[in-house]
């Protein structure tokens, strides 16, 4: 990954050929450095040439329906159209609800009744892709998301923002923390926006950064 | 919008300015012909240049998940997290249900019980942007979506095919519509991907045009 | 245009229809205010709504190699394939060497020993495609370029830091100023970006705002 | 490369976790015979998540003016302002003109002139990014370049046509054969356009498709 990232550097300011920058033996220590000034400096189309890809299940469709608002990213998701749900449906449990044991019990009988309607449905010919209609924002899916390191840094910057809703910013959370484990260095570029700007430019600030006055 | 894209076809392939080209005095018949040449040999990017805008309402968000995959258009969509639902939410009922009286009640009935499962999460103090997980795919939304002309084409080419879902399918067709009435020439472009390729790419045909054997 | 950013602002915060919200009667002031707001939180999606297009010539290859790196933008571009070069070609003249008369006039006589020479290639038979490799960065072209605001406010970003190109910060301030004549608003945004970040990211400022330290 | 596009072709239609269907003892033949299936369907976005990564070199700014154009690319390319040519910059000789004996040495001479011309403004203090406004179309250039599988067919499609220019198409055909020596399969989709269509859409057919009647 660094070296592909650090050809891509020094190919624009290097009168070597990429293949050569890229057989060079350079140091990891001297990677990183130039990667970084190169990164602070705003230049982020160096590294876009490294796509990651993550395999994603037991999100809701309400946080992929936010999700694949991002445009500089490749999605293959579980359709509705073509998986039927077959028994009781897999659903999250948003956190202001799972703490409340009576909520919580009220929310899971409920998901009981619209598995059972979606089934009715089914059962009287009405195909998965309209049965689904009953089915809620809840509902689990699965997906195979794919995006370079410019858009990561990018949707870490929107949506590890407190701001941001708890599910996509709890999703987002652990897809860098995945890539961090490998990828330490990437570490301090996967922030909310704030760390980045040095304030807060949302409508009110949660006190992580001042907005400006 | 003809002159603008004449202007950007004759760019390409003349000594002169585009100012003059497109203060020229060229009749709306020869704009065409060049026109329908260039699209039809696929240099789309001329007419890249036409952005559209629609406001759409009384669509679900099942619809809406699929269509903002698009990832060359433009949106702004009604927030189910800051958009609290008053009384009964709004619903799109799929035809194959509409047409069948049981089962039309049956549904709409739900559609009662899920909004009273709403309200009450609401007032038991669970914010709107996790209330909502109760809330079906059937809900209505509303939103602005711009795309240009290419971008048109590509959907149409895709969700005017019968293999499509019927929501979006009807969508894309009464955008389509609008469009043509004011601008008759894309009528013979904003067609089923089958009417473009001669055949049938899907796995079954639906008779329009037959599989390549 | 603000009308339509003003719906799509709305849209996302109302129960209310894009449509009865694009045909209220709202003031312009207010509009202003709402749009203000939702650009300083960084919600620059709304603002792709409008896209604008614009006539450009004489200007140099140079500085089209460079200004078609942006992607999200709509370029239709003069040929050097299918445009035969007839006479002298047109030049640009970089303002460091049009400011000594010497040099200026060693550049003029160098462009047309360049032009003399792409003729006898194409008298000798070679293709005006081939003929054109020797052919300078300095050659003018001409090209009709498209992009939405929030691209149009990207590039500004970028390109009016000092750190940017001659000729290339000249042309996208001349873009920028056409359109500010016509919605003075947009001013503010239509800025380098140490303006927008507070800070300089450079290697080396220019004075204008410091580095952090 | 085949794991991940399979992956992503099974979660569409699946009920199962990527994770599981990525982990799964699929054979190859099985995997193979999916993923045709899709793509020939037309639904390339499955192929978005496999992205490559190319080290170009000794290509004209001829060429790399029309790459760039490919906005679905990343691009990190060698800087004419930053890296100042030291001796005769290396250039290409288009092949009309390299098989003729004495337009080559014209050619050849003429390059020399140009380098000199270049070294006179660099010594006079021009600095290199307008001494360079005198370099031609064919000075050599270096890039690296990545795009995904779905961008890579797209440009085959459009590059190895007949009509598309020889340098990009030469170069699009290299990239294309070593792809293809380390995935095979991918062979038959790398083809010009008039192969996928079945008939030729340009102006006047090369002869390897017949053009619509």
Redesign the interface.
């Known amino acids: 990954m660094l070296k592909?990232i650090y050809?891509?550097?020094r190919?624009?300011?290097?009168?070597?050929?990429?293949?050569n920058i890229?057989n060079s033996t350079d140091d990891k220590e001297k990677m990183l450095k130039l990667i970084d000034?190169i990164i602070?400096?705003?230049h982020f189309?160096?590294i876009?040439?490294i796509?990651v890809?993550f395999?994603?299940?037991n999100v809701?469709?309400?946080c992929?329906?936010q999700l694949?608002?991002h445009?500089?990213m490749?999605?293959?998701?579980?359709?509705?159209?073509?998986?039927k749900e077959?028994g009781q449906f897999d659903?999250?449990?948003?956190?202001?609800?799972d703490q409340?044991e009576e909520?919580k019990k009220?929310?899971q009988d409920?998901m009981k009744?619209?598995s059972e309607?979606y089934q009715?449905?089914v059962e009287?010919g009405?195909?998965a892709?309209?049965a689904?209609?009953?089915?809620?924002?809840?509902t689990a899916t699965?997906?195979?998301a794919?995006l370079?390191l410019r858009e990561l840094i990018h949707i870490a910057n929107l949506r590890l923002c407190s701001r941001s809703?708890?599910e996509i910013r709890t999703m987002v959370k652990m897809m860098c923390e995945v890539l961090v484990k490998e990828e330490p260095w990437l570490e301090k570029y996967l922030v909310p926006?704030c760390k980045r700007?040095?304030?807060c430019?949302?409508?009110k600030s949660c006190g992580r950064k001042s907005n400006?006055s």
Chains 1, 2, 3, 4 share one sequence.
């Open positions: 592909t050809t891509a550097c190919t624009c300011y290097s009168a070597d050929y990429p293949i890229y000034r602070s400096s705003g189309s160096t876009e040439h796509q890809t395999a994603i299940s809701s469709r309400s992929t329906h694949v608002r445009r500089h490749s999605f293959s998701q579980k359709s509705q159209r073509y998986v077959k659903y999250i449990i948003p956190p202001t609800i409340n909520l009220k929310y409920f009744d619209i309607k009715e449905f009287s009405i195909p892709e309209d689904r209609f009953v089915l809620p924002n809840a699965s997906l195979v794919s370079n809703q708890y926006k700007l040095g304030f430019n949302e409508d400006l």
